[in-house]
T-cell receptor
Framework: GAVVSQHPSRVICKSGTSVKIECRSL??????MFWYRQFPKQSLMLMAT?????????EQGVEKDKFLINHASLTLSTLTVTSAHPEDSSFYIC???????????FGSGTQLSVL | DAKTTQPPSMDCAEGRAANLPCNHS???????VYWYRQIHSQGPQYIIH???NNETNEMASLIITEDRKSSTLILPHATLRDTAVYYC?????????????FGKGTLLTVNP
């Protein structure tokens, strides 16, 4: 099956710093990428949808100036958590869909801990 | 608003079939039923999807009722590694409305 690579798998940062998470589709062109976050013992919450070359569409309640999403190519999307705070600590997961949108392939997730 | 309803948890004996139900009574004619699962601290894994016909692949079978208001995911011979949270999701197949919104899912525990 298709592979989505997410990096880093775990990051610890100080409060106030910015953290960038990368999501790459390794063997297909991802026309659409999605970013989710998940708190312990909860389900995945969709944060935003990004299409290559377009601005991301954010879900209600997600601050677009805090969670910067860039989808500059068909194989790479990045999520930058700006001025991170302890409440941003969470498991962030990316997913990608090809042009047929048949199914989503997910990255392995990034555990962010903000001290 | 939740578009699917699943039992919060289920148990299954190793080697037996696991049947996971899902209600999606408000599904529209163009929406597909998707099943994903998530093993602890990993990204979700695609299992199967379908529109109205029953589907089978190497992982599972998907049985969709004729009125499409409910479906059942069947793992024919559950193993301990099938212990995971299983999510039933309805979504359009493609286009600007395509996105997967996860509900709470069913925690399937496969017991030895």
């Amino acid at each position: 099956g298709a592979v989505v690579s997410q990096h880093p798998s775990r990051v610890i940062c100080k409060s106030g710093t910015s953290v960038k998470i990368e999501c790459r589709s390794l063997d297909f062109q991802a026309t659409t990428m999605f970013w989710y976050r998940q708190f312990p013992k909860q389900s995945l919450m969709l944060m935003a949808t990004s299409n290559e070359g377009s601005k991301a569409t954010y879900e209600q309640g997600v601050e677009k100036d805090k969670f910067l999403i860039n989808h500059a190519s068909l194989t790479l999307s990045t999520l930058t958590v700006t001025s991170a705070h302890p409440e941003d600590s969470s498991f962030y997961i990316c997913s990608a869909a090809g042009h047929l949108n048949e199914k989503l392939f997910f990255g392995s997730g990034t555990q962010l801990s903000v001290l | 608003d939740a578009k699917t309803t699943q039992p919060p948890s289920m148990d299954c004996a190793e080697g037996r079939a696991a049947n996971l139900p899902c209600n999606h009574s408000t599904i529209s004619g163009n929406e597909y039923v998707y099943w994903y699962r998530q093993i602890h601290s990993q990204g979700p894994q695609y299992i199967i999807h379908g529109l109205k016909n029953n589907e089978t692949n190497e992982m599972a079978s998907l049985i969709i009722t004729e009125d499409r208001k409910s479906s059942t995911l069947i793992l024919p011979h559950a193993t301990l590694r099938d212990t995971a949270v299983y999510y039933c999701i309805v979504s359009f197949f493609r286009g600007s409305n395509y996105k997967l919104t996860f509900g709470k899912g069913t925690l399937l525990t496969v017991n030895p």
